[in-house]
């Protein structure tokens, strides 16, 4: 009984926010995104709204440019 309650919690599933996909809850590092690509794929899609016209490119920190780059770069693979 114990057993069938705890297998049933470790194998419970979550659609991924980004493309729907059911995936696994647990011991998915990525949650709730389906795998590491759904997860930067989201942060790039934020990066976009948020910096693709910066309206002063000089004002951005090198620290918000190391993450845009990050993100860029990761959404590329
Ligand atoms: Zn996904």
């Known amino acids: 009984m114990l057993e069938s309650v705890l297998g049933h919690t470790v194998m419970r599933k979550i659609k991924c926010p980004k493309c729907g996909k059911e995936t696994q809850f647990a011991g998915n590092e990525f949650?709730?995104?389906?795998?590491?690509?759904?997860?930067?794929?989201?942060?790039?899609?934020?990066?976009d709204g948020e910096y693709a016209v910066p309206a002063d490119p000089e004002s951005l920190s090198s620290e918000d440019l190391a993450q845009i780059e990050a993100a860029l770069e990761k959404k590329g693979e």
């Open 31 to 47: 949650r709730p995104f389906c795998s590491e690509r759904c997860k930067l794929l989201d942060l790039g899609a934020w990066a």
